[in-house]
């Protein structure tokens, strides 16, 4: 079993930065492809970056050179920077890992975090 629970979420004002992380426990290890997604109100969820397990990153084009994901094994963490924050990054934003298959920003993931959410105003 895996518990991913994240933090960070907050309300910022346009342009501001938020750090979000998760921190996994249970049966989780570097093998994983690990990634953060995020849901708007009265939107699908999508995908906005994964990291696989040899640090290769994958990002969404919406949020491409203003986000960067990152994860450190050693402690079971996943984190996300976000910069340079527009309204419409205002979304619930969950992790997620996953144990097999294409490390990719859809697709089936096996494990989710509750949730924290980010509003930009």
């Known amino acids: 079993h895996v518990q991913l629970v994240e933090s960070g979420g907050g309300s910022v004002q346009v342009g501001g930065s938020l750090r979000l992380s998760c921190s996994a426990a249970?049966?989780?290890?570097?093998?994983?492809?690990m990634g953060w997604f995020r849901q708007a109100t009265n939107s699908e969820r999508e995908g906005a970056a994964v990291?696989?397990?040899?640090?290769?990153?994958t990002y969404a084009d919406s949020v491409k050179g203003r986000f960067t994901i990152s994860r450190d094994n050693a402690k079971n963490t996943l984190n996300l920077q976000m910069n340079s924050l527009k309204p419409e990054d205002t979304a619930m934003y969950y992790c997620?890992?996953?144990?097999?298959?294409?490390?990719?920003?859809?697709?089936?993931?096996?494990?989710w975090g509750q949730g924290t959410q980010v509003t930009v105003s």
């Open positions: 997620a890992a996953k144990f097999s298959g294409a490390c990719a920003l859809t697709g089936d993931y096996n494990f």
């Open positions: 249970g049966h989780i290890d570097a093998s994983y492809c």
């Open positions: 990291i696989d397990t040899d640090g290769i990153t």
